[in-house]
């Protein structure tokens, strides 16, 4: 009997204290219910019982993370009886960032402020003003979310509805 992982599939990117979803393919040529672990850092955060069917079974390990920085993950497969236990592990990393950074472009500083204060609890927050938003997508790539508030389309520099769409499409 023969059963592997054969996709291991985590987040690009998570925050502290964010439950995170890794999707696991398990092909076999057998059916029967199997056990999955999850370590964090070598540190066994999840296990999980997946019924197996012949073929390939997706399955879906959830955890919540701790603490930032760049964290290796490995989905094991725990067997009495297996041909190859090579193929029972794999890995993959996440980078964990401590908050969200979120822009606000107002139609003035004052009038974000309280914005600001309800957001800066648990995000990094920077306040601007249309003007002096960022000016390209790279720029605008170094935040998570944007919020436009109360801010007039005319103040923007022409074109800038392209560059705020390709923001959210890409």
């Known amino acids: 009997q023969e059963i592997q992982i054969s996709s291991f599939v985590a987040p690009e990117g998570a925050f502290v204290d964010e439950e995170v979803s890794f999707d696991v393919e ?16 070598e540190t066994l955060v999840l296990t999980q019982e997946v019924e197996v069917g012949v ?8 955890t919540i993370v701790k603490d930032a920085g760049l964290h290796t993950y490995r989905a094991k497969l725990l067997l009495a009886v297996d041909t190859l236990i090579q193929n029972n592990e794999s890995y993959a990393f996440v980078k ?11 139609d003035s500083l004052t009038n974000a402020w309280p914005l ?8 990094e927050v920077k306040i601007t003003t249309a003007q002096h938003a960022p000016k390209t ?14 801010v007039n389309y005319s103040n923007f520099p022409e074109g800038y509805d392209k560059l705020l769409e390709t923001y959210v499409k890409d």
């Not at 398990?26 to 850092?41: F, G, H, M, T, W």
């Not at 073929?55 to 959830?62: E, I, Q, R, V």
């Open 116 to 123: 600001e204060k309800l957001l800066a609890e648990d995000k």
């Open 96 to 106: 964990v960032a401590e908050k969200k950074s979120v822009l606000v472009i107002a």
């Open 137 to 150: 997508i790279v720029e605008l790539c170094n935040y998570d979310e944007i919020i436009l508030s109360n």
């Open 26 to 41: 398990i092909q076999s040529n057998v059916a029967k219910n199997v056990r999955i672990e999850l370590y964090e850092d």
């Open 55 to 62: 073929g390939s079974t997706d399955a879906t390990l959830k």
